[in-house]
């Protein structure tokens, strides 16, 4: 980049053409090298599975184009749409619950009205730092009707607690273990955006009589909306991505937990176990543009109550 | 951060009781406004619900990697058992077989220092090439990165292991390090960080006094960005850190094992057949893998919070 670097233009003010085309090529030489890399791990990726989306391999006649075939096929895949629907399910309870509990936390912090609130804020955040492995596993322990924590309290109680990894209630048992991995995470978010409203805003309001509720009602939600939209949009991406929690819960819970218990999930299974490199690249590219569209969509209902 | 609370009224002075000196004035009525507001120990209660859920979990990996395998099976979950086996448990991890356990750490390093640093380093030029310059395709360039946040990780991971199969990448650290590398949140963090933090007069000083961009950026523009540099750096660290798809589709051999993977697959060991049930030795090693994390994040936090509030002014 230093040979792009022109002749000291201090004195000599250059031609106008000249410093904007240097200035464009030095933006360009500052993000070239992210450029670069990210046509290498999220484009070509993308190119490609396109490419193979559109082929299918067999064992006798090997490899011939079929166009939208695979396409078809996923629409009519009565194990796609089942996967899908739990997913769905899940982002529809678990995303409310969370960052529900993560706003309300960041008010309450935000308010100023908590006895340590910076242990609280560091606290309730640190679930983040643990792997999602780990913290798979932790709970997974916990949840065991033999030796976990839900064991210890049948017996200490004498009930009989319904197993948490039962066919009923295991995706409530993922969605508990998303929750905790996350809420803490939402909830800074959210305590950033918090921080930086000015607090003349509060003052003003609250001469004009404006209490704690009006206050969040009228300034402090209004305020954190980008946040919260950015909030919502990236649980539901996590929500339809949903692969290692039920992954490795999968050990104890072997028939519960099938392979195509989430798209994602699905996607793996039959690329590395059922070899169907083009089907599987058919169906995350729907999952792909499903995900797209329900982010955009939100993103767009965010920003028209803004309006 | 923080410009609520003055400095002079720690929460202790607040709450004593203050003897009448009667001639004293009353504090005046504005005490409790917005600005220094009463506590309240019902918030305090109900907040602290939400603290013990994060923290239970934590609490219960600690209690029980003290525990021996018989231990786990034989005491509460939520007590220590009368077998300390703490020291043990944290020996028998890092040696169990041939030490696989401290080569899993050392792996995790490498993908962190190498993949999180790069990602970190790589998204700090962009987000100030997005921030400070005017360059034909920056909408663009904006628009398709924040999109492909969007793809699911398997729309890419398939084509990914084929692509880098074909390129005899599979199986080595590169498949594990190369995608790491971008971190389109870090992107987007640092450019509006840099577009804050960074006055657009300082950088056309340094340039009227003949100082080149490249200069111009490490002496100029990185001072200014270090908050948000450290928040980018732990996030991608614990991206990095954390990662367990990406790894499990990218690596056979066990020796290239982050923790994650091989955390999971010494919990996997149980349900084979004939396979030795080492839970205590799971546990262990994964307190041993959360507290690096932890402990960045406390040590760190100043920072890396300053940095992820001037993150989140912008909409």
Same mark, same amino acid.
């Given at each position: 980049?230093?040979?792009?670097?022109?002749?000291?233009?201090?004195?000599?003010?250059?031609?106008?053409?000249?410093?904007?085309?240097?200035?464009?090529?030095?933006?360009?030489?500052?993000?070239?090298?992210?450029?670069?890399?990210?046509?290498?791990?999220?484009?070509?990726?993308?190119?490609?599975?396109?490419?193979?989306?559109?082929?299918?391999?067999?064992?006798?006649?090997?490899?011939?184009?079929?166009?939208?075939?695979?396409?078809?096929?996923?629409?009519?895949?009565?194990?796609?749409? =089942?996967?899908?629907?739990? +997913? /769905?399910?899940?982002?529809?309870?678990?995303?409310?619950?969370?960052?529900?509990? *993560? &706003?309300? @936390?960041?008010?309450?912090?935000?308010?100023?009205?908590?006895?340590?609130?910076?242990?609280?804020?560091?606290?309730?955040?640190?679930?983040?730092?643990?792997?999602?492995?780990?913290?798979?596993?932790?709970?997974?322990?916990?949840?065991?009707?033999?030796?976990?924590?839900?064991?210890?309290?049948?017996?200490?109680?004498?009930?009989?607690?319904?197993?948490?990894?039962?066919?009923?209630?295991?995706?409530? =048992?993922?969605?508990?273990? +998303? /929750?905790?991995?996350?809420?803490?995470?939402?909830?800074?978010?959210?305590?950033? *955006? &918090?921080? @930086?409203?000015?607090?003349?805003?509060?003052?003003?309001?609250?001469?004009?009589?404006?209490?704690?509720?009006?206050?969040?009602?009228?300034?402090?939600?209004?305020?954190?909306?980008?946040?919260?939209?950015?909030?919502?949009?990236?649980?539901?991406?996590?929500?339809?991505?949903?692969?290692?929690?039920?992954?490795?819960?999968?050990?104890?819970?072997?028939?519960?937990?099938?392979?195509?218990?989430?798209?994602?999930?699905?996607?793996?299974?039959?690329?590395?176990?059922?070899?169907?490199?083009?089907?599987?690249?058919?169906? *995350?590219?729907?999952?792909?543009?499903?995900?797209?569209?329900?982010?955009?969509?939100?993103?767009?209902?965010?920003?028209?109550?803004?309006? | 951060?923080?410009?609520?609370?003055?400095?002079?009224?720690?929460?202790?002075?607040?709450?004593?009781?203050?003897?009448?000196?009667?001639?004293?004035?009353?504090?005046?009525?504005?005490?409790?406004?917005?600005?220094?507001?009463?506590?309240?120990?019902?918030?305090?209660?109900?907040?602290?619900?939400?603290?013990?859920?994060?923290?239970?979990?934590?609490?219960?990996?600690?209690?029980?990697?003290?525990?021996?395998?018989?231990?786990?099976?034989?005491?509460?979950?939520?007590?220590?058992?009368?077998?300390?086996?703490?020291?043990?448990?944290?020996?028998?991890?890092?040696?169990?077989?041939?030490?696989?356990?401290?080569?899993?750490?050392?792996?995790?390093?490498?993908?962190?220092?190498?993949?999180?640093?790069?990602?970190?380093?790589?998204?700090?030029?962009?987000?100030?090439?997005?921030?400070?310059?005017?360059?034909?395709?920056?909408?663009?360039?904006?628009?398709?990165?924040?999109?492909?946040?969007?793809?699911?990780?398997?729309?890419?991971?398939?084509?990914?292991?084929?692509?880098?199969?074909?390129?005899?990448?599979?199986?080595?650290?590169?498949?594990?390090?190369?995608?790491?590398?971008?971190?389109?949140?870090?992107?987007?963090?640092?450019?509006?960080?840099?577009?804050?933090?960074?006055?657009?007069?300082?950088?056309?000083?340094?340039?009227?006094?003949?100082?080149?961009?490249?200069?111009?950026?490490?002496?100029?523009?990185?001072?200014?960005?270090?908050?948000?540099?450290?928040?980018?750096?732990?996030?991608?660290?614990?991206?990095?850190?954390?990662?367990?798809?990406?790894?499990?589709?990218?690596?056979?051999?066990?020796?290239?094992?982050?923790?994650?993977?091989?955390?999971?697959?010494?919990?996997?060991?149980?349900?084979?057949?004939?396979?030795?049930?080492?839970?205590?030795?799971?546990?262990?090693?994964?307190?041993?893998?959360?507290?690096?994390?932890?402990?960045?994040?406390?040590?760190?936090?100043?920072?890396?919070?300053?940095?992820?509030?001037?993150?989140?002014?912008?909409?």
């Amino acid at each position: 980049m230093t040979a792009l670097s022109p002749p000291s233009t201090a004195g000599h003010p250059a031609p106008p053409r000249g410093p904007r085309r240097r200035r464009a090529l030095i933006g360009w030489g500052f993000i070239g090298p992210f450029m670069a890399v990210f046509a290498l791990v999220f484009l070509a990726p993308i190119c490609y599975s396109i490419y193979l989306s559109l082929f299918r391999t067999q064992l006798v006649g090997g490899t011939s184009f079929v166009g939208f075939d695979n396409y078809q096929r996923a629409l009519e895949d009565p194990n796609f749409w =089942s996967a899908l629907g739990r +997913v /769905t399910l899940f982002l529809a309870v678990q995303v409310p619950v969370m960052l529900g509990i *993560a &706003l309300l @936390v960041a008010l309450a912090i935000d308010s100023g009205r908590l006895y340590g609130k910076n242990f609280f804020r560091i606290a309730i955040f640190l679930p983040y730092a643990v792997p999602a492995v780990v913290a798979a596993l932790m709970w997974g322990f916990m949840y065991g009707t033999r030796f976990g924590l839900v064991g210890n309290i049948n017996d200490a109680f004498g009930v009989s607690l319904p197993d948490p990894l039962s066919a009923g209630l295991v995706l409530a =048992s993922i969605g508990n273990i +998303v /929750t905790w991995e996350f809420v803490g995470y939402n909830m800074l978010i959210f305590y950033s *955006a &918090l921080r @930086v409203i000015p607090h003349s805003l509060y003052e003003a309001a609250e001469i004009d009589g404006a209490g704690q509720l009006r206050i969040i009602s009228a300034i402090k939600l209004p305020a954190i909306r980008g946040a919260l939209v950015i909030a919502t949009i990236f649980s539901i991406i996590g929500s339809f991505q949903l692969f290692n929690e039920p992954s490795i819960l999968k050990n104890l819970a072997p028939n519960t937990i099938t392979t195509d218990f989430t798209p994602n999930f699905y996607t793996y299974s039959l690329a590395f176990s059922g070899q169907q490199h083009n089907y599987a690249a058919t169906v *995350a590219i729907i999952m792909g543009i499903f995900t797209m569209i329900i982010a955009y969509a939100v993103q767009l209902r965010g920003m028209r109550k803004e309006a | 951060m923080g410009a609520t609370a003055p400095a002079t009224a720690t929460p202790g002075e607040d709450r004593a009781p203050r003897p009448v000196t009667g001639l004293r004035t009353p504090r005046p009525g504005r005490r409790h406004s917005v600005n220094r507001p009463r506590r309240s120990v019902l918030l305090t209660v109900l907040t602290g619900l939400v603290l013990v859920y994060a923290l239970v979990p934590l609490v219960w990996l600690v209690i029980n990697s003290t525990k021996t395998q018989s231990g786990l099976l034989s005491s509460s979950g939520l007590w220590f058992d009368s077998d300390f086996a703490f020291f043990r448990n944290i020996a028998d991890t890092l040696t169990y077989n041939d030490g696989v356990f401290v080569r899993w750490l050392f792996n995790t390093l490498l993908y962190v220092v190498v993949g999180a640093g790069g990602a970190t380093f790589l998204a700090v030029l962009g987000g100030y090439a997005l921030a400070k310059f005017q360059f034909p395709g920056k909408r663009g360039i904006f628009a398709v990165v924040i999109g492909a946040v969007a793809v699911p990780g398997t729309a890419l991971a398939v084509p990914t292991f084929l692509m880098f199969s074909k390129m005899g990448l599979t199986d080595t650290p590169w498949a594990v390090i190369i995608p790491s590398l971008i971190s389109p949140f870090g992107l987007y963090l640092m450019w509006v960080f840099a577009a804050e933090a960074i006055p657009t007069e300082l950088l056309e000083a340094a340039r009227i006094d003949g100082a080149s961009e490249i200069r111009t950026f490490f002496t100029v523009s990185l001072p200014l960005l270090a908050p948000g540099i450290v928040t980018v750096l732990l996030f991608t660290m614990v991206a990095t850190w954390n990662n367990y798809f990406l790894p499990l589709i990218m690596l056979k051999n066990p020796d290239w094992y982050p923790l994650t993977l091989g955390l999971n697959s010494w919990n996997a060991q149980a349900q084979t057949n004939g396979g030795e049930a080492i839970f205590n030795l799971v546990i262990t090693g994964s307190l041993l893998t959360i507290v690096p994390l932890i402990a960045a994040f406390l040590l760190l936090q100043r920072y890396w919070q300053s940095g992820l509030a001037a993150g989140s002014v912008k909409e």
